[in-house]
């Protein structure tokens, strides 16, 4: 890279919503550019770290979201994701649209519960719709991650090449507005 | 007669010929009722078109229906200037008389209520078509009464005969609306001056276009003239469809032969047979009135075969016009979409060059002019040139006419040398008198420009405010925001849908301005409209997309507390309400622990 190095590591943080972790894979496939990467930023909530919630160790710079908002859970950590981080990267099919998972939004959520945990044939003996507290509830319909909160950069793909990611990001890191050349932008 | 013969009878008197099929389907819907899929089929036989392209052209039309339509269908003009006249209050109340939502049919198959773009009775509303009859002055007696002919089944021609009634309002009057010309005498001009002197006088009266984008006349005309081509072509663009405009139904109503009349002057100029007046379908009811001016025009040998007695070989030319009505689709009013519509296809724009004066109707060199650009060349034909130029200003000879609507005492249209004031118009029309002063006017339609008090010294002409003609006014009791909605979802509405960027982004925008309507709008909302206008800018293939966002950038730049007032405060904040959006998982779940429910504002830190 030529551009100056920032004078401190950057803090990252990545999720998956309402995704496949299919982007997360396609991330880990800049192969062995992770250790480049790892001299410029340091991972804050991730499920490369394990850590839980993003913000507990100072304000991150770029959070990653992969996967649209289902749930209400997706709600909470993608809020969280938008307060504790400067810049939100909308990563994948998923997050840009809504994806593979928005194809039950010309479904009636109510229809669609019924039919799985009362009417399909073969369920077993006093099935019911789960209503245990611990489960977030399904949204009526699922939505891209910026028709929630406010998003900076999207980078579309299913999933988007890990040279798109890996140009994005060193892009991003030095200060340049990412620019995807010819071959790095896919929508499929 | 049964449906078959009544479909050969429009097909016979249209030569079978697919080029006609606008007039086609018109007539077939008008003895019809509506364009049933197997009239289509019969219809795409007697052209020999694919049955795709016919239904793709039938589709494309707001007036034309594929699907049954009620005895009697009540369109309201949707411009703002309706609004504000209380078009949207006199709708709702004609839908709950008649049990109806709208837009659709009634179960009894009796009667649709639904609204449509602007009709052009700005200066004369609330105004409806009725069966694609203009009706005017809406009032809530009159929908009482309408309600009960409806029910009653009367016949459009039993109703109150006033209701049809369209006034023409004119106002001041100058060369333009108050000529005494004799018809035929600016004909007899050119004949005595040639062709190439007759070219000349419209260049040296540099005329320029009165559509708003204001081409030079005589050079569009010479290079018609210069194109190669089998034949050529005349175009008289009357599909008047920006709202708040009205001026050319006037123009054909008052001064039909003016019209013509330099029409066959530039016929004789490029060496044209013949001509074509494209009418907008809102204005279907001057249909009959407009072709007995052309059937006097052809007994006075002003039209037809050695027009003025004199032959071809004499130094004479053979020229005539006929009257094709659209059917309901703002983007025709483009040149080009309005070639491929008078071509008998869908208003798509075509791709530009090649520009229609060497390919233009059915691939023939042709000029385009707006209506009141040929009554403008009329009488440059018979004062000529200089006389012409001195009026206006420099750069923008001659007058303008300007349909004022909105908030004065004097609606109408007004006919001005170039150079006028906003300001001298505003007095002269009574704008503000007793209802507080005008807070902004709208020149050129929604595609046009947003003016604010502080500008109202610019003047009317192409070296400051160039128009097509349209003067809203908006006083202090209107909230620019609902004007601006208003603009938007038109747009919305009217793109063609070829284009990508026109299609989405119109949508995208007016997804965003009911957003911010709901109370939803954040600023970063704000940027984004200004992002997506860049887009349909940069990237939209015709005039419509690029000047769609206009509205909205013009306000957001002289308006913006009209937007920030529907603000909420944060940085984000979605379109929907995210507590609703559990609603029914909170239903089938029986839940309504906390878990159960979402805070509708960003949640603060742990």
Known sequence: ?????????????????????????SFLDIDERLLDLLELVEFDRSPLTDIKHCGTRGPCDIGIIEGGVCNAE??????????????????????????????????????????VYQTEAGLAQGTQIPNDPELPLPLNQ??????????????????????????????????????????????? | MNQHDAIQAVLARHGNDGTRLMQILRETQEALGWLAPETLTAIARGVNWPRAKVEGTASFYSFFHTRPLGLYRVLWSDNITDRMLGSVELMQAMCQKLWL????????????????????????????????????????????????LIRSRTPLADWPQDWFRVEDNVRRSDILLGNDMVPGDALRACLARGTESTLNEVKAAQLRGRGGAGFTTGLKWEACRNAPGKTRYVVCN????????????????????????GMTVAAYAIGASKGYVYLRGEYRYLLESLNSALARRREAGLLGKNILGRSGANGGFDFDIEVHLGAGAYVCGEESALIESLEGKRGVPRNRPPYPVTHGFLDQPTVVNNVETFAAAALIALRGGDWYKSFGTPRSAGTKLL??????????????????????????????????????????????????????????????IPTAGAFMIFDLRRDIFDVVR???????????????????GTTLLKNLVDKIAGGHGTRSDLN???????????????????????????????????YERRLKSLEFEPAFDLDAALSQARQMTGRDDAGAHLANELETPR
Request: glycine share 10%; hydrophobic share 35%.
């Open chain 2, 238 to 261: 009357a599909d008047e469809g920006e709202p708040g405009t009205f001026k050319d139904r006037v123009l054909l109503t008052r001064q039909p032969d003016l019209v013509f009349e």
């Open chain 2, 486 to 504: 208003n603009f938007i979802h038109f747009f919305a509405h009217e793109s063609c849908g070829f284009c990508t960027p026109c299609r989405v």
């Open chain 1, 74 to 115: 997706n709600v909470h950590v993608l809020q969280e994701f938008r307060r504790n981080c400067k810049i939100l990267v909308a990563l994948g099919a998923c997050a840009v649209n809504g994806g593979l998972p928005a194809q039950r939004n010309h479904l009636d959520l109510r229809d669609i519960l019924a039919t």
């Open chain 1, 1 to 25: 890279m030529n551009a100056p190095l920032p004078r401190r590591k950057l803090r990252v943080a990545t999720t998956s919503l309402a995704g496949c972790f299919g982007c997360h894979m």
């Open chain 2, 528 to 562: 984004e409209i200004h992002n997506i206008n860049r887009v349909l800018q940069a990237a939209a293939h015709c005039g419509l997309g690029h000047t769609a966002g206009n509205p909205l950038a013009h306000t957001l730049e002289k308006f913006r507390p009209a």
């Open chain 2, 403 to 464: 349909s004022v609507s909105g908030d004065c005492e004097r609606p109408g249209i007004y006919e001005y040398p170039f150079g006028v004031t906003v300001q001298q118009v505003l007095e002269e029309c009574g704008a503000g008198v007793g209802t507080g002063d005008t807070q902004a006017v709208q020149i050129s339609g929604p595609s046009g420009i947003t003016l604010g008090p502080d500008e109202f010294g610019r003047r009317i002409a192409f070296e400051d």
């Open chain 2, 101 to 148: 939502e709208p837009g659709r049919v009634s179960e009894d198959g009796l009667v649709s209520v639904d609204a449509t773009s602007c009709t052009g009775m700005c200066d004369q509303g609330p105004a409806v078509l009725v069966n694609y009859r203009a009706v005017t002055r809406m009032t809530p007696e009159r929908v009482d009464r309408m309600v009960e």
């Open chain 1, 142 to 188: 699922v939505h891209p991650i910026h028709e929630v909160v406010k998003v900076d950069y999207f980078l579309p793909g299913c999933p988007p090449p890990a040279d798109a990611i890996w140009k994005f990001l060193t892009d991003l890191i030095a200060g340049r507005t990412p620019q995807l050349g010819h071959g790095l932008i896919h929508y499929d």
